[in-house]
């Protein structure tokens, strides 16, 4: 009898007996979401294929299989672990089967007979929160697919980059066609740019296998199909089938070609020109090819504005040169990080120097700095290809000696010998205090100490990448204390003609022991005192990260496995988001105090003996992030029945993340929760 | 339509439980109303158990007052919960009164099931469900 609905927010009801079921099922209609019923334990799970369902009522005694069987069946599945089951017990609901229907999942139980308004009110609340909560996940869906179109546009950006190399107009605008025609399987491909002596956009360039047919090579820009697009300044997907002969024609679909993708170039809001790409097959193009395009037409208009303004490139090779340092660097709660770049003298080139910074978990950064020999765009595309892969390795989690091994191979792989670049790869591990670094033919990287005396961090002397397959780097781990500064260099920084490099590196150490504290101005500092007054020899990188005092920003508390701590911890809790989460509204702000005191509360109750003992608290904010921690070193009973196990759901709903780790000697719960980014601090999963 | 409570009577004579709430009752026919004020958690969750299980069995159902509480978790939680087991099996009725958007309400609402008794938004209400017997909520 189970009926199967494929609707959101239907509810499951699981009962053995019809009557019950009746009766269940004529006090929840009235809420007008969809029911299913199920007799027995394996059909509500097999109803729980077909319908995304908002929350479950589930007997608990019933033949064959019981609702606690059942429940934990469904509290194993990855597609219903999150459904919200609610048991419902016979009689007086002892005590012993309703710790063991929390200990299978259930988020309540009610006893019957219950009284039907309160049940009616009461499922509705779980009604909400699931529609709130498939909200949420719409959310995430459209984040990831946002993430595999941004990923697809790197791509992208990369062929643009390498289409760049020509700064000539026409081979510019040659190469961003055949790419982007490669890229997209278009068999015809049209890039139309505007011309400052006629009106219109003319072909500048075409590539595939087959030719769009445009009359005198042109579109008038607001007249005809294409020329009315164009003037829309977005783009469209046209297929052939749905247009007449005559705008088939207009729209250069002959020839076989059956669809056809436009999409304006704009630089600063203005029409630079049309990329039209055609394909033989209907639908050949998507909604997401449309947008992929677009994005990346922005990049390909700056190109093309760039080259048609400034013969010499100058600009476009200094914005190549921007484009391939990253945009900002990370912000850390227990480092400050800043970077400076300064191109060789005044010639119009791009230098092969690069850095780059990645926060690799809440207390580790890597930072990175390099150098490739030569100048120019052939040096400036490796340092970015450089730059990308030793991002990846360090995501990935390699130690600073493997990830230069692996780059060593990349580079070996894809330039063949000849090609040089120097390599510092550094990891800084805020919580354990320490330096781990490995270098490939890079000077190494000064530590400055509180006191202001510098020294080099010396590792084995290597070659510079790319030279000797056989040589292996090795890595070395020096202490890092809170105040102490590590500075990252090219050799530009200490590179003087005539001089003897000792003399240099003296230089550095001077300027770097009496910079100022504050990181930028440090860089600075540095640059300025080690420039000649002819300008530098060399394009020079600096990196400085700076360690800061644990103490700064986090709330971190120790205190007895007493009630009375609970309560110290919130009101800690309190002042400390106060001034570190102002934006927060008290709703909010009370769910991570209720989530925090469930853990305290959870430590007090559960996790030690008679003996004294004490835990930790801690809580910290990265950015838009509230990390709090709880952690004990007790050894945890079952619950009693005076905590009814009301507090780990309660924790579980109140923070975006809840991970609990039980160690031999320890539990460690950490709960997160996101702040808007827009600051506003509203709830999550309000009713 | 309600006929007019007696006047109250403060049964527990104000108990301060700590520093941190208050607790006190009064009679409103044929129930008895208990009002909380300011955090409850588990330092004192027993001292207000304990004020409320002393309360005298005489009257026919119970109204807790929440509306002037600024903090509560799963300690309260159980307890308002216990309190409905026990006066439920005695056929008398609970009605909590928190008003609705305030972060007391919003954690009674998350625990809704659980404490499987009506939560009215305001006294006036709560008043109109304790003496007008299984009036909808």
Sequence with gaps: ???????????????????????????????????????SGEQALRALLHIDCSVILLDVRMAGMDGLQTARIIRSRPGTRHIPIIFMTAGSGELEEITRAYESGAVDYVVKPFEPEILRAKVGVFVQLHSERAERVRESRARAEAEAVARAVRTLQILSDAAMTHLELDELAAALTLRSAELFGASAAALLLRDDKLPGLHVRARAGALTLGLENERIRVGEDLLGEIAATLSGAILQARNLDAED????????GLASLLVVPLLSAGELMGVLLLAGERDEHFDQRDLELLTLAADRMALAVDHAQRY??????????????????????????????????????????????????????TAVMIGDVVGHGIRAAITMSELRNALRAFAIEGHSPEEALRQLDRVVLATRGPGMVATLLFVVIDAAEGTVTLARAGHPPPALRAVDGSVRFLETARTLPLGVDPNEVPSQETYPMKPGETLLLFTDGLVERRGEPITDSFDRLLDALSEAPAEVDALCEHVLRRTATEQGRDDDTAVLAVQLLDSAVGALELKLPARAQSVTLARHRLRAWLEENAPELDPVARTDLEVAWSEACSNVVRHAYGPAEASFDASARRVGNELRMTVRDTGQWRAPGNRSGGRGLPLMEQLSDELVIDRQADSTTVTMVRQLPSDGSGTAILCP | MTEEPASPKDLLGGAGIGELASVTASEHRPGLVLTISGEVDI????????????????????????????????????????LAMRLRSRAQQMIVVSPPATPPRRILDLTALYVNAPVADALDGGLKLLTGGNAPL
């Design chain 1, 1 to 39: 009898m189970a009926e199967y609905h494929d609707r959101p927010g239907t509810i499951l009801l699981v009962d053995d007996h019809r009557e019950s079921l009746a009766a269940l099922r004529a006090v929840l209609e009235p809420l007008g979401e969809p029911l299913v019923l199920a007799e």
């Design chain 1, 248 to 255: 088939r024609a207009r729209a250069g679909l002959v020839n």
């Design chain 1, 311 to 364: 013969a010499d490139g100058r600009l476009l090779v200094e914005t190549l040169q921007r484009s391939l340092l990253p945009e900002r660097l990370p912000v850390h709660p227990r480092m400050h990080v800043a970077a400076r770049y300064m191109p060789a003298g005044l010639a119009p080139q791009v230098g092969g120097d690069w850095y780059d910074a990645v926060e690799l978990d809440s207390n580790r």
């Design chain 2, 43 to 82: 330092s004192n969750i027993d001292s207000i158990a304990d004020a409320i299980y002393g309360l005298p069995n005489t009257e026919e159902g119970l109204l807790i007052d929440l509306s002037d509480v600024t903090y509560l978790d799963s300690s309260a939680v159980s307890l308002l919960h216990d």
